[in-house]
C-alpha cells in the first residue's frame, strides 16, 4: 500500500542494481518508481506528497540501454530526452521523434527527465515523448515478478490506471519503417512551457504522392496521449496537403474532449488543435518537396 | 542517512532525508548560496549547477541518487581573488547583470552551451537559455555577452 508524506523527510531511498532487485522491492507496492525525479520532486507543489519509499533505477544499465538497427530503435527507460536527442540528431526517419526530445521543456529538465517516466507519469498530459512514440506505434517492455511483457503503448497507456503495483518499464521498442514523421506543439510562450496541444504524425506515400498509410497521435488536448485513427483513415489516398488535412482534423475535433488546465482551457485546445494538423502537414509538405 | 559527493573538488559528505532536493543541500549544509532554490520546479533555472558534467536543475535533483557524483557551483568558476571565467567576465564587460538572482544558473547554462557548441548563434544561445527565468535584464546583454565568447576559446568553469 502506497502512504504519501507532505515532504521529502520520511521517504527512503532504495538503489537496487539490477532489474531483478528493483523488481522485488516495487513487488508489494509500497514503494514508487524513481528515475529523473523532475516529475516526483514537485510533488510537495502539486500537493501530492512523497512516497513511503522510492526505488531508483536511473543507474541499472539495462535501463540505459540506447541502439538502432536499420529496422529498430530500443530506448532504455532511463533514457534522457538530452540523450535521445543527440543520439537521433540527423536521423531522417524518426525526425518527429528527435524533435520532441529535443523541444520539450528545457536543457535542464531534458538532461534529467527519463522516456520512461513521460511513458509511466499518469497524471503528465503534456508529455512530448508520448504523441510521438505513439505515432511511430512503439511498444513497450514491462518486468514484473511474472517475467517479462510486451505491449503496445496504446494499450500500455489505457492499462495504467488499473494496473497491479511492482511492474517496470523497462524498454521501448520504435519499429523504423519507411516514411515521414513530424512534431508540432504549441506552447504559450515560444518554449519552456508546457504545450496546450501537440500534434504527431507518421505518413507513407506511395509513388503516386498519395498518403498510403498515416498514423497521426495527439498530445496535451485530453488527459492521456491518444491516436486519432479517423483522422488518420480520412487521409490515406489523398494527396499530402497541409489544408485538406487541417479542415478534416476540425470536420472531427469534435470527437476529442478537451482537459481544462492553468495553461489553456479545453476549448483552446480543441479550437487550436486543426491548425497544429495543419502546420504538421505542411512541414511534412516542404520535408516532401525537398526529397 | 549520509551521502558523498564531489563539491567543487573537494569531497563532502552531508547527512540528510535522500529524497531532499541537492539544491538545498548545496545552500543549507554546504552554505553554497550562489545556487539559488526559487520555483522549485525546475522552470526558472536558478539552481542549475553541474552534476558529473550534466548541466541539471538541482532543484529537481534528490541528494540521495547522486551519491558519489562530482558537483559543480558557480563558486568554481572562479576564485575570490582569481580572475572571473570567460562567461564571467562576459557579462562585467557587457553591463549584463542587474539584481543577480538569475546569473549562477544563467553562467552555468551557457557554460554548459559553450563546452558543446563554442561557436553558438543567436538562436541556440536563446534555446539554452528557455530554462533560465530573468525578470530584470530583457537578455539582450545577457545574449550579446554569450555571443561574443563564442569567437573566443573556453567558457572555463
Known amino acids: ?53 522510492y526505488v531508483l533505477v536511473s543507474g541499472l544499465p539495462e535501463l540505459l540501454e540506447l541502439r538502432r538497427t536499420d529496422d529498430a530503435l530500443v530506448i532504455g527507460a532511463a533514457v534522457t530526452h538530452a540523450q535521445l536527442a543527440r543520439f537521433l540528431a540527423g536521423d531522417p526517419h524518426l525526425a518527429g521523434l528527435s524533435a520532441a526530445a529535443r523541444t520539450s521543456a528545457n536543457p535542464a529538465i531534458r538532461r534529467v527527465a527519463t522516456v520512461g517516466g513521460n511513458l509511466a507519469t499518469i497524471d503528465f498530459a503534456a508529455a512530448d515523448l508520448v504523441p510521438a512514440l505513439l505515432a511511430l506505434s512503439a511498444r513497450v517492455t514491462l518486468v514484473d515478478a511474472a517475467g517479462e511483457r510486451h505491449l503496445a503503448l496504446a494499450d500500455y497507456l489505457a492499462s495504467r490506471p488499473d494496473a497491479a503495483p511492482g511492474a517496470l518499464l523497462t524498454q521501448v521498442t520504435v ?9 508540432e506543439r ?42 486519432w485513427p479517423s483522422l488518420s483513415s480520412r487521409l490515406v489516398g489523398a494527396p499530402l496537403d497541409a489544408g485538406v488535412a487541417e479542415a478534416t482534423a476540425r470536420e472531427l475535433a469534435g470527437e476529442l474532449r478537451g482537459r481544462d488546465g492553468v495553461e489553456a482551457q479545453g476549448w483552446y485546445r480543441l479550437q487550436v488543435l486543426p491548425t497544429l494538423v495543419g502546420r504538421a502537414f505542411y512541414t511534412l509538405q516542404q520535408e516532401t518537396g525537398q526529397r | 542517512m549520509t551521502t558523498e559527493l564531489t563539491v ?24 553554497l548560496t550562489g ?40 563558486e568554481s568558476m572562479a576564485t575570490p581573488r582569481g580572475p572571473l571565467a570567460p562567461v564571467q567576465q ?21 557554460t554548459a552551451l559553450l563546452d558543446e557548441n563554442p561557436r553558438p548563434d ?36
Not at chain 1, 532489474?19 to 523532475?38: F, I, K, N, Q, R
Not at chain 1, 523504423?176 to 514523421?181: D, E, I
Not at chain 1, 504559450?188 to 498518403?211: E, F, N, Q, S
Not at chain 2, 549584463?96 to 547554462?109: D, E, K, R, W, Y
Request: hydrophobic share 45%; glycine share 10%.
Open chain 1, 1 to 53: 500500500m502506497l502512504t504519501r508524506h507532505r515532504d521529502t523527510a520520511s521517504s527512503v531511498l532504495h538503489r537496487p542494481v539490477t532489474v531483478a532487485e528493483a523488481v522485488d522491492l516495487l513487488a508489494d507496492g509500497s514503494a514508487s518508481v524513481l528515475a529523473g525525479g523532475s516529475w516526483v520532486m514537485r510533488g510537495e507543489i502539486r500537493g501530492d506528497g512523497f512516497a513511503d519509499a
Open chain 1, 175 to 183: 519499429p523504423v519503417t519507411p516514411g515521414l514523421t513530424v512534431h
Open chain 1, 186 to 227: 504549441l506552447t504559450m510562450r515560444v518554449a519552456g512551457d508546457y504545450p496546450v496541444a501537440i500534434v504527431d504524425a507518421h505518413v507513407r506515400l506511395d509513388a503516386d504522392g498519395l498518403v498510403d498509410e498515416a498514423t497521426i497521435a495527439v498530445g496535451s488536448v485530453e488527459p492521456v496521449a491518444r491516436l
Open chain 2, 8 to 31: 567543487n573538488g573537494s569531497p563532502r559528505a552531508v547527512h540528510n532525508p535522500p529524497m531532499t532536493p541537492l539544491a538545498r543541500v548545496l545552500r543549507e549544509d554546504l552554505h
Open chain 2, 35 to 74: 545556487t539559488k532554490l526559487a520555483c522549485g520546479e525546475g522552470f526558472c533555472g536558478s539552481c542549475t549547477v553541474f552534476v558529473d558534467d550534466e548541466a541539471l536543475a538541482s532543484c529537481l535533483v534528490p541528494v540521495g541518487s547522486v551519491a558519489g557524483a562530482s558537483i559543480r557551483t558557480v
Open chain 2, 90 to 110: 562576459a557579462m562585467k564587460d557587457t553591463d549584463a547583470v542587474q539584481c543577480g538572482m538569475c546569473f549562477p544558473g544563467i553562467l552555468t547554462s551557457l
Open chain 2, 122 to 157: 543567436r538562436a541556440d544561445v536563446e534555446t539554452a537559455l528557455v530554462g533560465n527565468i530573468c525578470r530584470c535584464t530583457g537578455y539582450e546583454r545577457i545574449v550579446e555577452a554569450a555571443l561574443g565568447l563564442g569567437t573566443e576559446t573556453g567558457a572555463g568553469a
